[in-house]
């Protein structure tokens, strides 16, 4: 029998028709009297921690997230936690940082359909984190659609079908099939790693996507208001322009500013490779990090969590650069440390 602690944030899963759409409503006990029989597998004791739509999940909710389960770790056996599924990606990005080698399952689910609707998935994706917790997947997952997927490397890729998520650039941890659960990896972390809470966090981290004639003047901005990291989803295997609208020479005066600055793909498969093109190099020449193969939401997520660790520019390329919980594969950080 596994003793699990279900933490309730909201989302579509918890949500019913109110005034103005769907909203969040219903209560994380509720949720968990709608689930039925348990199959004498499992204790879930429920925290109702929030109850919002994801779309207003910030820092301050990664924070108490990460710290109710910090706080409960040596009493249950694992955790899932209901989340919307809109920024669920970049909540169990940010929590794998926060919670580094963590010993215990911390499994996000949620579903695309309501669980009170006749055909809601929410069942199914709930049976499938409580499957994870069964297996003992350490660490930060997110269970959908009968999958389970490392929390840095997931990504919410469709707004209406079951399979919303997907596991970018790594393979999934396990799969459910007839014959039930097969894990592929059970993510048991090095005894050697560092145990902890880390939950200090920069929200001054902006994210563009460039675009073709990207006005270089829009970064004078940014340094304006103060943003101390800048993630770059640049084009390809990692470009930007310099014919005319220069980008290059702004990026020089940002690294001036002392701003964290790093590039990923806007491809969502693959790596990035800085050094490839005059376009990708004139980048690292700048200081500029390279993401390798991160999502874009691990990048943001570990850029917001290396500037809250450390001030000094240095030492947040070497935290980004450093491979936690198999956020970046190592082989794809060519020019990291130049
Ligand atoms: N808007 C919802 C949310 O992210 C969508 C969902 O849960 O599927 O909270």
Not at 1 to 29: D, F, N, Q, R, Y
Not at 30 to 35: C, G, K, M, S
Not at 88 to 114: D, E
Not at 120 to 145: K, M, P, Q
């Amino acid at each position: 029998m596994k003793h699990v602690l279900l933490l309730s944030t909201g989302g579509t899963i918890a949500s019913m028709p109110g005034k103005g759409g769907l909203e969040p409503a219903i209560s994380g006990e509720a949720l968990l009297n709608r689930l039925g029989d348990l199959h004498g597998r499992f204790h879930v004791e429920v925290k109702q921690i929030l109850n919002l739509d994801s779309s207003n999940i910030q820092a301050e909710e990664w924070k108490l997230m990460a710290r109710t389960v910090y706080e409960n770790l040596e009493k249950y056996d694992g955790f899932i936690i209901t989340h919307g599924t809109d920024t669920m990606a970049y909540s169990a990005s940010m929590l794998s940082f926060m919670l580094p080698a963590l010993h215990k399952p911390v499994v996000f689910t949620g579903s695309q359909i309501p669980l009170d609707d006749m055909l809601t998935d929410a069942r199914n994706n709930l049976f499938c984190a409580l499957a994870a917790v069964e297996a003992g997947i350490c660490g930060v997952s997110v269970a959908f659609n009968r999958h389970i997927i490392r929390g840095c490397r997931a990504v919410k890729v469709r707004t209406m079908g079951f399979d919303a998520f997907e596991s970018v650039n790594a393979r999934y941890l396990g799969e459910i099939f007839a014959n039930g659960l097969r894990v592929y990896d059970r993510q048991e972390p090095r005894e050697d790693r560092l145990r902890g809470l880390m939950d200090s966090v920069s929200t001054d981290v902006f994210l563009l996507k460039l675009i073709p004639n990207t006005n270089p003047k829009f970064f004078d901005h940014l340094i304006q208001m103060g943003y101390r990291g800048i993630v770059l989803e640049a084009f390809g295997a990692g470009g930007m322009h310099f014919h005319r609208r220069d980008l290059v020479e702004k990026l020089n005066m940002l690294k001036d500013h002392g701003i964290v600055m790093v590039a990923c793909s806007q491809c969502l498969y693959e790596p990035s490779n800085l050094t490839i093109y005059e376009v990708g190099r004139k980048l690292l020449d700048c200081g500029v990090i390279p993401a390798g193969d991160m999502t874009t939401e691990a990048a943001v997520t570990k850029l917001m969590w290396a500037l809250g660790q450390t001030d000094d520019p240095e030492e947040v390329r070497k935290i980004f650069s450093h491979n936690f919980t198999g956020e970046i594969s190592e082989q794809t950080i060519e020019g990291a440390s130049q």
